[in-house]
């Protein structure tokens, strides 16, 4: 089984960066893409950004040029670099990873979440 762990979510003031963390443990082969979702209370959850195991990234309109996702394939990890933070980037952040596992086939994981709160 593959486990994925956030950290780094919090309080934050209009305009203030924050940094995002999820760290992906287990019996994991080789890890393809890393992602970032959100969840605000009474929406669905949406994609934030998406980095590949090559480095490509996608990213959500509405965080163009204010986030940053980047991975270390060496430490099993993904990073979101959130900057000018805006009270409508309140939500539920999840990481997701999948990839394959030693023996037991392909993994979606998705970690337990952690919450951003953008207010003054």
């Known amino acids: 089984q593959v486990q994925a762990v956030e950290s780094g979510g919090g309080l934050v003031q209009p305009g203030g960066s924050l940094r995002l963390s999820c760290a992906a443990s287990?019996?994991?082969?080789?890890?393809?893409?890393m992602g970032w979702y959100r969840q605000a209370p009474g929406k669905q959850r949406e994609l934030v950004a998406l980095i590949t195991s090559g480095g490509s990234t996608n990213y959500a309109d509405s965080v163009k040029g204010r986030f940053t996702i980047s991975r270390d394939n060496a430490k099993n990890t993904v990073y979101l670099q959130m900057n000018s933070l805006k009270p409508e980037d309140t939500a539920v952040y999840y990481c997701n990873v999948n990839g394959r596992e030693v023996t037991a086939g392909t993994f979606n994981s998705w970690g337990q979440g952690t919450q951003v709160t953008v207010s003054s």
């Open positions: 287990g019996s994991i082969f080789r890890i393809y893409a």
